[in-house]
């Protein structure tokens, strides 16, 4: 499945996205749940999950790992595939609690400000 998240993100030039919710039955103790991330598919016109994390919290950090291996997952695959990461690969749809969306956009920072370019451009300015 992952060796093929960059290619059913993209069908066509459409941008299908990321859907991410979580599931709170699923552990007897309410404390604990399972977060899904599902982008949709139209060869089978089916909701296809890509990322499956448990999480024993809904803290910002707890949800910051979930996109965290994500987008590394993503951008990963997309430079193995000899394609370009546009902001538009991380278009999603999620319920947004303040701490959600806090782990979404420490995700996106932490996978932005330690890609191997930046951190050899850093090197070089100091160097």
């Given at each position: ?35 899904t ?9 089916q909701?296809?999950p ?78």
């Amino acid at each position: 499945m992952q060796a093929r998240l960059s290619e059913i993100l993209r069908v066509d030039n459409q941008v299908y996205g990321l859907v991410s919710d979580k599931a709170h039955k699923m552990f007897h103790n309410q404390g604990k749940l399972l977060m899904t991330t599902s982008t949709y598919l139209p060869v089978i016109k089916q909701w296809l999950p890509v990322l499956y994390s448990f999480m024993n919290g809904l803290t910002s950090e707890h949800y910051c790992h979930h996109f965290l291996v994500l987008f590394q997952t993503l951008t990963r695959q997309r430079h193995e595939d000899g394609l370009q990461v546009t902001d538009e690969d991380f278009t999603m749809v999620i319920d947004f609690s303040s701490a959600e969306r806090n782990g979404f956009l420490q995700a996106y920072i932490d996978l932005h400000c330690k890609t191997p370019g930046m951190i050899c451009k850093a090197a070089r300015q100091v160097v």
